[in-house]
C-alpha cells in the first residue's frame, strides 16, 4: 500500500507570495491532519479534515487554509507569506483518528526569502 | 486541555545498553499515547501506542513503552541500543472523546554512539 505522499518536497518562496500544498492520504484513510515543525516550536497542529470537512483546528492566522476533496487528498494554502512561514509543513493520514495511528508524509520544505 | 512533557532535549548511550526516553503527560481521563520516530529529512513514523490493557506495549525496531498512570509517564525503553536508533522521538497524547487532536511533546535527541 502506497504511503502518504506530499508535493512539492521543497518550495522557495518570497514574502508576500502565496503557496499551495498538496497531501494525498493512504487508501482509503478519510482523516488528514497538518502539521507545521519548525526547530523553535516543535510540531504545531494546523488542522484537520474528516470526509472534507474541517473537523478540528488549531492557533494559526486565517492566512492558513485548508480544504479536502471527494478522494481524501487534501491541500494547505498560505497567502502573504513571511519569513516565519518558513518550516517543515507535515501532512498524516489516518482511517479515522481516535486510536487509530496517524501516518506521516515526508513533508514539504518551505523556505521564505 | 492535553499536554506532553518530554524532559530531556538529548539523550546520549552507548550501543549495546538499554535506553530510557522519558515522556509524561497531562489529560482529563484516560489518554492515548503514541512514540513517534523522526530520521533527518523525513516525516514521523509509527513505533507504538497504548490505547488500554497491558501496561507494557511492544512496538517495532524492538521499543517498547510503560504507561504508569499514577505517574502518568509512558517512558520508551529499549533493552540495546543500536547506531541506527540515532533519531528524534516524539510522544503524543490524544483523549478519547470527540474529535480531540493529538498533541506533541517538542522532542528527544537519542543519540547512540559505537
Known amino acids: 500500500k502506497a504511503g502518504v505522499t506530499q508535493t512539492p518536497r521543497y518550495l522557495i518562496k518570497t514574502r508576500g507570495q502565496q503557496v499551495t500544498l498538496s497531501c494525498s492520504p493512504i487508501s482509503g484513510h478519510r482523516s488528514v491532519s497538518w502539521y507545521q515543525q519548525t526547530p523553535g516550536q516543535g510540531l504545531q497542529f494546523l488542522f484537520e479534515?474528516?470526509?472534507?470537512?474541517?473537523?478540528n483546528k488549531g492557533n494559526f492566522p486565517g492566512r492558513f487554509s485548508g480544504r479536502q476533496f471527494s478522494n481524501s487528498r487534501s491541500e494547505m494554502n498560505v497567502s502573504t507569506l513571511e519569513l516565519g512561514d518558513s518550516a517543515l509543513y507535515l501532512c498524516?493520514?489516518?482511517?479515522?483518528?481516535?486510536?487509530?495511528?496517524?501516518?506521516f508524509g515526508d513533508g514539504t520544505r518551505l523556505s521564505i526569502l | 486541555a492535553q499536554s506532553v512533557a518530554q524532559p530531556e532535549d538529548q539523550v546520549n548511550v552507548a550501543e549495546g545498553n538499554p535506553l530510557t526516553v522519558k515522556c509524561t503527560y497531562s489529560v482529563s481521563g484516560n489518554p492515548y499515547l503514541f512514540w513517534y520516530v523522526q530520521y533527518p529529512n523525513r516525516g514521523l513514523q509509527f513505533l507504538l501506542k497504548?490505547?488500554?490493557?497491558?501496561?507494557l506495549v511492544k512496538g517495532s525496531y524492538g521499543f517498547e513503552a510503560e504507561f504508569n498512570k499514577s505517574q502518568t509517564s509512558f517512558h520508551l525503553k529499549k533493552p540495546s541500543a543500536l547506531v541506527s536508533d540515532s533519531a528524534l522521538y516524539f510522544c503524543a497524547v490524544r483523549i478519547p472523546s470527540g474529535y480531540s487532536t493529538l498533541t506533541f511533546g517538542k522532542g528527544t535527541m537519542l543519540l547512540v554512539s559505537p
Open positions: 497504548y490505547i488500554t490493557g497491558d501496561n
Open positions: 479534515y474528516f470526509s472534507e470537512t474541517q473537523r
Open positions: 498524516a493520514s489516518s482511517p479515522q483518528g481516535g486510536d487509530q495511528p496517524q501516518h
